[in-house]
């Protein structure tokens, strides 16, 4: 038997939880840990599912804010289809390999060895052929996340065959494994997920030499797809949008030009762009003109609805927060602007270097100390999820499991 929070089926305890978040944010904390149908229990250790899978037992097992939106109840119903439950939360994982295995580029790892975990369950972890995004390296945009001989789940972490890392042990494909330098601490390890993520975003929103960007949202998400942006692509000018003071001092630390509050974000936009701000008789204000690329971290109505309106005409606007709110399109419309999703990791294709193969270069030698801003063990997994609800106003950035913790 291992241990594990568990998310169970529960329609009534959903509805409730998803109720009272929505109407009285400031009860989010509360009604996730209360209402929402997550449970501490005992359960078997999952089944190797073919060949090629092995289990390990994590280490460090990250909150992420995907992982939060679905226990508060915001997660959009789109991903009804995608998850199968019980499932095992949790996808940002540094773990111990409990069986040697063979890595798909001939790579060896011993028992005992420290892994990453690409968390994305495509055609090779499912025992299918290559779709058309999994052979062009952009295993992100599968399509058989719910085929082949597992539930259906579009990452470990959602998915009932595989558990999560929320748990004392899960199963993980030879795929999704990438191992760890013996110099890496654990605390700057579980962060190489989100780092792939952010990479990802970066090369994806892809600024031209000297474009200028804005990054709404600095958490996790945020800082990360700063760093990124600074290491890996061309990009002038990078303004933040931050809401507490924690949260400024590392954009300065990851080498953001400009901070901004939110309240300020559309006046400062302008300031720095020269562009023209209108302020119609209803509703909030905007430019004409703006900063080429704007990047919503945050995932909320009020960000993604700022990134709209400070963005230049034709210019772009990338999705990196989970999205949990509607928004005005007019924007979009009228300024014909590219609208950019961006989600999980690819793991690149012909010379192309992995976005995980870039996090783990990141994870080695960008400022992270400190990052990780608490551990928690798994029976104080209240504890542990209001304080990850509260990141940014009590100045943590990623809350983490200690699954070594007794």
């Not at 400031?26 to 092995?54: E, H, I, K, Q, Y």
């Not at 952009?138 to 009932?160: E, F, K, V």
Request: hydrophobic share 40%; net charge neutral; glycine share 12%.
């Amino acid at each position: 038997m291992s241990r594990a929070l568990e998310l169970y089926r529960s329609l009534p305890r959903y509805l409730a939880t998803r109720t009272v978040s929505g109407r009285l944010p400031s009860l989010a904390a509360a009604a996730a840990t209360t209402t929402a149908p997550l449970r501490l229990t005992d359960r078997p250790a999952p089944a190797l599912p073919g060949d090629g899978w092995v289990t390990i037992r994590p280490r460090l097992s990250g909150i992420c804010g995907s992982d939060l939106t679905t226990l508060t109840g915001q997660s959009s119903l789109y991903f009804a289809s995608l998850v199968s439950m019980p499932f095992v939360p949790g996808h940002e994982i540094v773990a111990d390999l409990q069986t040697g295995v063979t890595l798909a580029d001939g790579t060896e790892l011993a028992a005992g060895a420290r892994v990453v975990v690409d968390p994305v369950l495509g055609c090779a972890a499912r025992g299918l052929p290559a779709c058309s995004g999994c052979a062009g390296g952009y295993t992100s945009r599968c399509d058989r996340i719910t085929s082949g001989h597992l539930a259906p789940g579009l990452q470990t972490g959602y998915c009932a065959d595989t558990g999560g890392g929320w748990s004392r042990a899960l199963v993980a494909h030879r795929s999704q494994l990438h191992p760890v330098a013996d110099d890496l601490p654990d605390e700057r390890a579980v962060l190489v997920e989100p780092l792939a993520c952010a990479v990802h975003t970066a090369l994806r929103a892809d600024p031209g030499d000297g474009d200028r960007v804005l990054i709404i949202g600095a958490g996790a998400v945020g800082l990360f797809t700063l760093l990124a942006l600074r290491a890996y692509t061309k990009a002038g000018p990078v303004t933040v949008v931050a809401k507490h003071r924690r949260q400024v001092e590392l954009a300065r630390r990851f080498g953001a030009d400009e901070i901004l509050p939110p309240a300020s974000a559309v006046g400062g936009v302008r300031r720095g762009t020269r562009a023209l701000k209108l302020e119609p008789e209803v509703g909030p204000p905007y430019l004409l003109g703006g900063v080429d690329i704007a990047i919503d971290c945050a995932g909320s109505a009020s960000s993604l609805s700022t990134a709209l309106r400070t963005t230049r005409a034709g210019g772009r606007v990338v999705l990196s927060g989970v999205p949990t709110g509607s928004v005005d399109l007019a924007p979009l419309w009228f300024r014909e602007l590219e609208l950019v999703g961006t989600y999980a990791s690819s793991v690149g294709s012909g010379t192309a270097r992995s976005d995980f193969d870039r996090a783990l270069e990141l994870a080695a030698t960008a400022p992270l100390d400190g990052i990780v801003s608490a551990t928690y063990p798994l029976d104080r997994w209240r504890d542990a999820v209001d304080h990850a609800l509260a990141a940014g106003r009590l100045g943590a950035v990623k809350v983490a499991f200690d699954l070594m913790a007794p």
